[in-house]
């Protein structure tokens, strides 16, 4: 009986001592896989578009050939559902970087070139919290976001700009391409500035002596629609007034090739380390000036041919990345921050030229628009080896991208509209978002589910010169995106219910923000 209970007892020793090594060998694993996480910690690459609308793209049925973005697409997670949370420019650059609906931000509106800085120096952005978890941040291309403090001199180093907010380094455009001062800023310094030869800007008043394009037709190169008729610049009218800083003054038709020349230059100097790239490209976005190489490559006119250009850009980009061996290891996400327009200033047979092209897709509105064209953009994320290629229907916005890097790294954020959606931005979840308010000139709606709800608002129906339907109507509107992707039948009257339960939500969600600023 003794031998027995010996041989119980033995074999319950063994079968515990097993146990115990089986335990610590998973537990050795799991740290190891945890270091191996931390210690590979992924390049990013936020590839940003202005004014590139959904059917844009070749992966989404449009007819301009986009190879190298078409590349990602095939090789990455396509979503259908992908959002940015405004219908024009810096409002959704500012919802991007900072996680934030730019609806709770008054001044979230277009900006000047002279416009203070937007974000708020003690702000979480995404470039700050990809810096604290130990990554060397930069920015090349369009900012958007204000510079400075209201008081700006361009003749010394601007001490309030995308630096003080988390990028290491800024090479930068301060506002858009059709916009004073048409400069490059690298680090809150002008490049090529003649102290001899100072500059000033102003949006309320031209400079004695200098001409406009309403004094001065004759020496305008690319004829202005509306709105473009200040400073001229390299033979193009410009928003807002202008003088000196003649060897500072960019070269428009090279402008693709500087940026990109500039984020080559980042990604090389930074391969040994994790680096957060965000590119912001300026096209197509007015006015529109291919390089020599590409006018007439579309057929389109240059709007197809600096969309060309774009594609080209981006491909190149991904070839650096390939040539420094670091493209397995780096995640790409590519966007743009709100829909198209066709003209949107100057005549150059954007419209006349379109085809059978559809920029917006099935979709109605543009750039400034409620509508689902306004801000249901293209959206795609690449990593390879990482990301299996597919299509998601997952609701997703712009504003998700802090969170979810967030967690990518293993830093926490504090309050935030950034919703955490690692997991489907990796491919590896189809859960998104249930509800997104979107924005377009301060004027709100609701996307829920398949659902969409727009509230009365005052302002025009069609925006007269760019031709673009606004979604403004005195009446609340409600639309089924799967029975009517192109919200034409307007179900707020026949669906009472349904439509209460989104004034809910929107109202729960907007709190004591609800009202148009």
Not at 16 to 33: D, E, G, P, R, T
Not at 353 to 366: A, C, N, R, T, V
Request: net charge negative; glycine share 8%.
């Amino acid at each position: 009986m003794k031998s027995n209970m010996k041989k119980h007892i033995l074999s319950f020793l063994n079968k515990s001592y097993l146990l115990l090594c089986f335990l610590l060998v998973l537990s050795c694993n799991k740290a190891k896989n945890k270091i191996q996480q931390t210690d590979s910690k992924p390049n990013i690459v936020l590839i940003y578009m202005d004014d590139l609308g959904y059917g844009d793209v070749g992966f989404n049925g449009g007819e301009i050939a986009t190879p190298h973005i078409d590349n990602l697409a095939n090789g990455g997670m396509v979503f259908e559902n992908g959002y940015a949370s405004s219908a024009t420019c810096t409002p959704s650059r500012y919802a991007l970087l900072t996680g934030m609906y730019p609806w709770r931000k008054k001044d979230a509106k277009i900006l000047t070139g002279t416009a203070p800085l937007l974000i708020d120096e003690n702000q979480e952005t995404i470039a700050k919290v990809l810096k604290k978890a130990g990554y060397t941040t930069g920015i090349v291309g369009k900012w958007h976001l204000g510079l400075g403090n209201g008081t700006l001199n361009w003749n010394k180093q601007i001490a309030l700009g995308p630096n003080q907010v988390g990028f290491d380094h800024s090479y930068i455009m301060a506002a858009t391409q059709d916009r004073v001062p048409t400069v490059y800023i690298e680090n809150g310094n002008v490049v090529n500035l003649d102290p001899n030869d100072p500059i000033e800007v102003s949006y309320e008043e031209n400079f004695i002596g200098e001409p406009t394009a309403l004094d001065h037709p004759e020496l305008v190169e690319m004829k202005w629609h509306h709105t473009h008729n200040n400073s001229i610049v390299n033979g193009i009218p410009r928003i807002g007034f202008m003088k000196g800083g003649t060897n500072a003054k960019w070269v428009d038709t090279t402008m693709s090739k500087t940026f990109l020349k500039e984020a080559q230059r980042f990604v090389t100097d930074n391969k040994d380390n994790p680096f957060f790239l965000y590119f912001a490209l300026h096209q197509p976005h007015v006015p529109r000036t291919p390089n020599p190489k590409f006018v007439g490559k579309s057929g389109m006119g240059p709007r197809g041919d600096v969309i060309m250009e774009a594609d080209w850009t981006i491909g190149q980009l991904i070839s650096t990345l390939e040539e420094k061996n670091i493209l397995n290891n780096t995640l790409i996400i590519f966007t743009s921050d709100n829909g198209p327009v066709l003209n949107d200033g100057y005549y150059d047979d954007a419209v006349e030229k379109l085809g059978s092209h559809k920029p917006w897709g099935e979709f109605s509105g543009g750039k400034y628009s409620l509508l689902e064209a306004g801000t249901h953009i293209p959206l795609l994320t690449y990593w390879k080896g990482n990301i299996e290629p597919g299509v998601s229907k997952a609701l997703v916005s712009q504003l998700d991208i802090l969170a979810s890097l967030s967690d990518l790294v293993g830093e926490s954020i504090t309050k935030t509209d950034s919703k955490n959606l690692l997991s489907t931005f990796l491919g590896k979840s189809s859960v998104g978002r249930t509800e997104l308010v979107i924005e377009a000139m301060s004027k709100t709606a609701l996307r829920k589910d398949e659902w969409v709800m727009i509230p009365p608002h005052k302002g025009p129906k069609v925006m007269k010169s760019q031709n673009i339907v606004t979604g403004s109507l005195g009446d609340y509107q409600l639309y089924n995106l799967i029975n009517d992707i192109g919200e034409q039948e307007n179900l707020a009257q026949s669906n009472a219910s349904k439509l209460h339960e989104m004034i809910k939500v929107f109202e729960d969600i907007k709190g004591e923000d609800k009202k148009e600023n």
